[in-house]
């Protein structure tokens, strides 16, 4: 099953089912893959939407969802929930998924779509690391692995953000770095760590070998966003849309069937810092997303306002930012518990019946 989570992407404005053009393809999940496409949503979120309505359709038996109705979506989504228990996030994206299907695909808007319940979201604190586990986690990993790691802490990245990254993004000399296109198709500037100046400037030197090595043997360039392969179709070949982290082999671009060098592979890194944090000893559920988690924290602890550690995040809500400060209301000592005034009474207690009675000894 794919997370809950979708891949940040640029998201269009609303498109009337009325506006769109007539569908080319036969068969519906061909279909359901053109008019995401065409509404230019992220490839994580086309597999995620094609995977949620076939399990729909087999739910039901292969009926064709344009004879099935409110009760057949309900029918599936409780299904989800009682039998499959997934998360909230998890519902809500298959729920997604459906309405995407018939509004969008089957043309069908009728006011049963906007009746079905929605999941209450389960807001949960979030998993944080200390300055120290985070040292013990960076000294197990390394090269571009380490780097990338650091660099997600160091700005506060989502991996997608990171693994996007082109050669053109990055602003070493004025120590700013672009995310282009984040989460709801927003553009944001982060600061770069000093820090991390030297390993990108080496790390930049090893992708611009990769790139040379693929200019010397003709390969095709790099994905580029929307039309603009068409519009410019030699900046993908160029060096400042190259990757700053690129895969070291090539391979099949699932949508035009380019042979291309991708960047990274998110689950690459995730394996790799699983294996760091249970090489560290540290015993939380932390994911890549956990030092994005811990730059907040740690931006809030330092005693940054959390308007600017919000714009840095790229939120669109404080209300999402403030999560944050749960964290540093009963973590670090930020509440003392009753707990540890009453021990420090019994030490003073016990340590003034010892003196008392070293006293009457040495009388």
Partial sequence: MPGSSIAPERVPPPVPAADLPPLRS??????????????????????AYVYWCRAFIRFHRLQHPKDLGAEAVEAFLSWLADERRVASSTH?????????????????????????????????????LTREELGRVFAMMQGEHALLAQLLYGTGLRIAEALQLRVKDLDISHRALIVRHG???????????????????????????????DQAAGKGGVEMPDALERKYPRAGAS???????????????????VVRRHHLYDQTFQRAFKRAIQGADI???????????SFATHLLQDGYDIR???????????ATTMIYT????????????????????????????????QRAVAR
């Fill in 283 to 293: 015993h939380k559920p932390a994911t890549p997303h956990t030092l994005r988690h």
């Fill in 26 to 47: 036969k068969r519906l999940l061909d279909q359901l893959r053109e008019r995401i496409r065409f509404l230019h949503y992220s490839l994580r979120t086309e597999e």
């Fill in 183 to 213: 989460k709801g198709g927003k553009d944001r500037v982060l600061m770069l760590p000093e820090a991390l100046q030297i390993p990108l400037k080496v790390q930049l030197q090893r992708a611009h070998v990769l790139w040379s090595a």
């Fill in 92 to 128: 809500r994206q298959a729920l997604s998924a459906l309405l995407f299907l018939y509004g969008k695909v089957l043309g069908v808007n009728l006011p049963w779509m906007q009746e079905i319940g929605r999941p209450r979201s389960q807001r949960r604190i979030p998993v944080v």
């Fill in 326 to 357: 749960h964290v540093l209301k009963v973590g670090g000592g930020a509440v003392r518990s009753p707990m540890d005034a009453l021990a420090a009474q019994s030490g003073a207690q016990l340590h003034a019946a010892v003196e008392s009675h």
């Fill in 308 to 318: 600017t550690v919000q714009d840095l995040l790229g939120h669109a809500d404080v």
């Fill in 239 to 257: 060096w400042a849309w190259f990757w700053v982290f690129p895969q070291d082999h090539h391979s099949v671009d699932p949508r035009s069937g």
